[in-house]
């Protein structure tokens, strides 16, 4: 079963960045679609920005023009180049891979089947 390792988050001032970077066990990410969730307390988990095989990107509209997803196949890495980050944003971030993906737009809401999740890396944005 593949494992995703997520990684990258900490604690930054508003307009600061992260880069989070989620590792997979398996050579996936050619084959997958690949997502970047998160969720702050009392709030519904909410997708951040997804890609799938061919690479076409999504982004939630509160993220757009500030987030990049991106992935790396050989290395099996996908990653969320965070910038200008605002206290909004403060969240437990996770990765997801799902192998069957069709309804892009299920997938990336946060609402769809998932294979795996990484275990969530915590994003601190301070004003």
């Known amino acids: 079963q593949v494992q995703l390792m997520d990684s990258g988050g900490g604690s930054v001032q508003a307009g600061g960045t992260l880069r989070l970077s989620c590792v997979a066990s398996?050579?996936?990410?050619?084959?997958?679609?690949m997502g970047w969730f998160r969720k702050a307390p009392e709030t519904k988990r909410e997708g951040v920005a997804a890609?799938?095989?061919?690479?076409?990107?999504a982004y939630a509209d509160s993220v757009k023009g500030r987030f990049t997803i991106s992935k790396d196949n050989a290395k099996n890495t996908l990653y969320l180049q965070m910038n200008s980050l605002k206290p909004e944003d403060t969240a437990l971030y996770y990765c997801?891979?799902?192998?069957?993906?069709?309804?892009?737009?299920?997938?990336?809401?946060?609402?769809?089947?998932?294979?795996?999740w990484g275990r969530g890396t915590k994003v601190t944005v301070s004003s």
């Open positions: 997801a891979a799902a192998s069957s993906c069709d309804d892009f737009d299920e997938f990336r809401s946060g609402l769809g089947s998932y294979d795996a």
């Open positions: 398996e050579n996936i990410l050619s084959t997958y679609c």
């Open positions: 890609i799938d095989r061919d690479g076409t990107m």
